[in-house]
Nanobody, 122 residues
């Protein structure tokens, strides 16, 4: 099983980025996917999650209205569209997958990708 996160980079405040999480080696359409982020010296926090059907989407309060999570099961990929980025969004972003139901805690997830770094300059 492999989750490949990509799309991070350096962007100015107010800009946009789209992160991708490409999965292989698992029946992706049966897995919920979450995005988490970890800033230097801080704990890893839940950012957004999408159910295995794509119907249910959950966001942490600080990104509501700015971030949009979506999935394309035909491509085994989940996306995180990030807009109106702020310096406080700077972090390493990780995607994770769990069977069926979505979770808000990292320890609920079975598989993790490597991080992709997002840096937002002021």
């Amino acid at each position: 099983v492999q989750l490949q996160a990509s799309g991070g980079g350096l962007v100015q405040a107010g800009g946009s980025l789209r992160l991708s999480c490409a999965a292989s080696g698992l029946p992706f359409s049966s897995y919920a996917v979450g995005w988490f982020r970890q800033a230097p010296g801080k704990e890893r926090d839940f950012v957004a999650g999408i159910s295995w059907t794509g119907v249910v989407k959950v966001y942490t309060d600080s990104v509501k209205g700015r971030f949009t999570i979506s999935r394309d099961n035909a491509k085994n990929t989940v996306y995180l569209q990030m807009s109106s980025l702020k310096p406080e969004d700077t972090a390493a972003y990780y995607c994770a997958a769990k069977k069926y139901g979505m979770g808000l805690r990292g320890d609920m997830y079975d598989y993790w990708g490597q991080g992709t770094l997002v840096t937002v300059s002021s």
